[in-house]
């Protein structure tokens, strides 16, 4: 077993690439223990304030942040998602079906899509056609919801309302595929628990397993829509004196306890404070997928402490079973600011003034997964001293990538063990590491 490739990333030198130095001093291992579960996408969202900022860019560099995120010389993004309607960075709100109780949904339309989304996501596919999507609101046109209000309320608990919300997304599946954007999976609702000044929803768990079992599940069905449903995003359970119910039992163990609704359901997504309940779920359902929606978001100073918080809920994710993990925002404009008012970090930053880009830490950190796990590589099972701060994977093809940090002041020595056979390096302080082995 030899190192082959070897890269790490610090406050002061993003993604160098060391000089292979073995070392004779074994203190801290990482041991290889089994194979848990397969990756199958890694990837971050579009958003309507992403393609706006990179539109103000010459067009080569437009093409050289497309290239970064998604080219096999980049991140090389596989699996992605899209909003349905206005997304909190969306550049304002708008639905698909802007029409009051239109339960036929026939003045249903991604008119909007056109001008940002849809550009977007194509010119994505032209770097990668494997891509893959999914998609979830974050509210339903507010003639569905009480009060009629795109930023917080509830769907209306009507039989005619929620048909023609199953049929809304049935509507919105086959319109995306009609221009060549398949998408996959279908996540209900962004962050149930939290009633937001940006587009928002509240579902109870008992309304999402109504929902799934008795209109979406069948919807897509009578209608032969592949996409698969998923119980998602789930933003708890948390402690947020705004949300009405937060407690596990009462979201995706109700839901998935159902025997009507359980058939539809293919996975569960988690964001947040949903890092909390994944263990648990897991544990409870290991034959179901799953999903971290979305990175924690920051202020959109973009620090190294920030990017070593995403890293250290990376290698949470991933050792407590996610098959995918999802980035927030791509790109974002210098403040990285919400049409609603918040800054939030991004992997890479327009300056509109000097027509160029920056790319940030969380790029790099992305990256250190991104570029080097394959689709359909397994992650494995790891004990010893560094595996809170490791995730080691195999590709199909035979080849480990352990992404692993140090993240005290002073260097460490690190030994991975894999059948016998030990590899032994020392890492320099404060830094993030990909190590890839055959």
Not at 96 to 119: A, N
Not at 349 to 354: F, G, L, P, Q, S
Request: with cysteine; glycine share 6%.
């Amino acid at each position: 077993m030899k190192i082959t490739k070897w890269i790490s990333t610090s406050n002061e030198s993003p993604w160098s690439e060391e000089k292979i130095v073995l070392s004779n001093n074994v203190q801290h291992k990482l041991e290889v223990v089994g194979e848990d579960q397969i990756i199958e996408g890694l990837g971050g969202c579009f958003n309507e304030i992403g393609w706006d900022a990179l539109l103000k860019l010459p067009e080569e560099k437009i093409d050289e942040a497309m290239m970064a995120l998604f080219s096999k010389e980049g991140c090389h993004f596989n699996f992605c998602r899209l909003p349905i309607g206005a997304s909190d960075y969306a550049l304002e709100w708008y639905d698909l079906s802007p029409v009051e109780e239109d339960y036929e949904m026939e003045h249903f339309t991604i008119d909007r899509d056109y001008k940002y989304l849809i550009p977007y996501v194509k010119r994505a596919l032209e770097i990668n056609p494997n891509i893959k999507f999914f998609s979830s609101p974050w509210s339903p046109p507010v003639w569905m919801k009480y009060p009629k209000a795109y930023n917080h309320g509830t769907v209306r608990q009507e039989s005619d309302v929620l048909r023609a919300y199953a049929n809304y997304f049935v509507k919105y599946v086959q319109a995306y595929e009609a221009e060549g954007i398949h998408v996959e999976q279908i996540h209900i609702q962004n962050e149930p628990m939290s009633d937001q000044k940006f587009p928002s929803c509240i579902w109870t768990g008992e309304e999402f397993r109504v929902f799934i079992k008795d209109y979406i599940g069948p919807a897509f069905r009578e209608h032969g829509i592949k996409s698969k449903i998923w119980l998602g995003t789930i933003n708890g359970p948390e402690t947020d004196y705004r949300s009405p119910i937060t407690r596990y039992d009462q979201y995706a163990n109700l839901v998935l306890s159902d025997a009507e609704a359980y058939p539809f359901v293919e996975g569960v997504s988690y964001q947040w404070a949903g890092k909390y309940a994944i263990q648990q779920t897991r544990e409870s359902w290991p034959e179901m997928k799953y999903m971290q929606s979305e990175n924690e978001c920051g202020d959109g100073k973009n620090t190294w402490t920030y990017a070593k918080y995403i890293f250290e809920l990376t290698n949470h994710y991933f050792r407590n079973g996610v098959n995918y993990f999802i980035y927030w925002n791509m790109v974002l404009p210098l403040n990285g600011k919400s049409t609603w008012g918040w800054e939030q970090n991004t992997m890479i930053n327009v300056n509109a003034e000097t027509k160029d880009i920056v790319y940030n830490h969380e790029f790099y950190l992305m990256k250190h997964y991104t570029h080097f796990v394959k689709q359909a590589a397994k992650r494995l099972k790891t004990i010893g001293a560094f595996t809170s701060n490791a995730t080691a994977f195999m590709n199909p093809d035979g080849e480990i990538v352990i992404v692993v940090g140090n993240l005290f002041d002073h260097k460490r020595e690190f030994t991975f063990e894999y059948k016998g056979e030990t590899v032994s390096i020392q890492l320099k302080k404060d830094s993030i590491h990909t190590i890839c082995l055959r």
